[in-house]
């Protein structure tokens, strides 16, 4: 798909109840490519319950042709939940765990953007 946009920007800005975005995102955000210029489409996000793709997998959002991400899926983030972002190239593991969906809200202003080869 490629109806997304405003790919680097806080879903959440104003996709959340009452927001001027059309559907609740739980999860949201942007991946990139090493170069971290381009996006990076057609990859997946997954949650685990633990560090490097351990424990349970308990959930799997796609990422657009555009780079984006999201889902108004219900998400129990619990004690935090461990992204891993997959492409037919490789894969990137976050080592600390979210207990929020606003990916883009750290990402790409007080951190790296989100990125994978």
Known sequence: ETESHNQGQNCMACHVSGGKGEGYFNVAGTVYDSTLTAYQPNTTV???????AQGDLKYTIQVDGLG?????EVIDFGNGLYPVIKSNSGER???SPITTGACNSCHGYSTSKLWVD
């Open 46 to 52: 997954y949650l685990y319950t633990q560090q490097n």
């Open 68 to 72: 984006n991400f999201y889902t108004t």
């Open 93 to 95: 593991h976050m080592s």
